[in-house]
């Protein structure tokens, strides 16, 4: 998920609109409404606002980030680890082979 996505994902959440967000990070609603417009991400200073309206700090904001993508990687390791399960020893073998050249 990019930055303006995830921002909007938490704007949405708590059903506000672009001019909600607006005032509670105290920045114009044409600031916001560039960054929409221009599919640009926001500088450091204006993200720090729209997390502190958000209620939440920077290391938060990219933290779900991470928490969704370590999910995703143990469930494919899960995955993983079953299918293997499942080989022959020669396919368990080639298999190693072919992980070792990666």
């Known amino acids: 998920m990019n930055i303006l996505d995830k921002i909007d994902a938490l704007r949405k959440e708590r059903g506000w609109s672009v001019n909600n967000l607006a005032m509670e990070a105290m920045l114009t609603q044409s600031t916001l409404n560039n960054l929409y417009t221009r599919k640009t991400e926001p500088k450091l200073s204006t993200l720090r606002a729209i997390c502190s309206a958000f ?9 779900e980030d991470e ?16 299918k293997a399960a499942e080989l022959t020893d020669a396919q368990l073998k080639a298999l190693l082979a072919l992980v070792r050249t990666m």
């Open 55 to 63: 209620g939440i700090s920077l290391a938060e904001f990219f933290a």
């Open 67 to 82: 928490k969704e993508n370590s999910a995703e990687r143990s469930d494919m390791e899960k995955e993983l680890a079953a």
